[in-house]
């Protein structure tokens, strides 16, 4: 922890020992002390820790990945999104897709969304339950802010057997890609019962008809 405070490459070379420790708390801390390698030599580091067999290594790796802002952990995280078991970690994935902004990823976070996501581990479809994952997907969705994402996003908006999470976080995606074909939908849910989703409607409405 005390190298990854020193934000210098040189520290975080030294950190590098850390992502082989025999503890999994050093590997998960050595994961974000190693970042001011660089981008690119950070991703090539963390991502063999993505098979580790300690949940809160992989989740914390998934994180460090999206700090990097590199595309090259694009492909790493989608593998991780639809193939980890533990919910903490395919939504820490969802989360770093946002951060890397990566448009490649927004068919695979469309699909998760929608329920149409394909397990590559087993090759067929898998819907994803979790509502933590879901929602992490619908943000980050609106962090990337593409056209793409529009149709999976309306639909989840429209989604009464969605958790309300989802669905507000859908609302200010939309809000956030600004594509005027969501306006409809947005209409519909800022009549919502929910004050939240309503109100997060209303909100995306203003960005699109200031």
């Known amino acids: 922890m005390q190298l990854w405070a020193m934000h210098r490459s040189e520290a975080s070379r030294v950190a590098t020992v850390g992502l082989t420790d025999s503890s999994p708390a ?31 290594v992989r989740r914390e790796v998934a994180y460090a990945l999206g700090l990097t802002r590199s595309r090259k952990a694009t492909d790493a995280l989608i593998q991780l999104l639809l193939n980890d078991k533990e919910d903490g970690v395919r939504a820490a994935a969802a989360v770093s897709l946002g951060e890397v902004e990566d448009e490649s990823a927004v068919v695979t ?29 619908a943000r980050s969705l609106g962090q990337i802010k593409s056209r793409t994402a529009v149709p999976a996003l309306i639909t989840a908006l429209a989604n009464e057997n969605l958790v309300n999470d989802v669905r507000r976080e859908a609302a200010r995606s939309l809000g956030m890609i600004g594509d005027p074909a969501a306006v409809p939908a947005l209409r519909v849910a800022a009549n919502s019962a929910d004050p939240y989703l309503a109100q997060a409607a209303f909100e995306s409405l203003r960005k699109l008809n200031p």
């Open 109 to 137: 976070l469309a699909n998760v969304l929608s329920g149409n996501a394909s397990n590559s581990s087993r090759k067929k479809s898998k819907t994803e339950k979790n509502a933590f994952v879901l929602r992490a997907v």
């Open 26 to 56: 050093v590997r998960a801390v050595a994961a974000k002390a190693i970042l001011s390698l660089g981008a690119d030599e950070s991703v090539a580091a963390l991502t063999p820790l993505l098979v580790d067999k300690n949940e809160f």
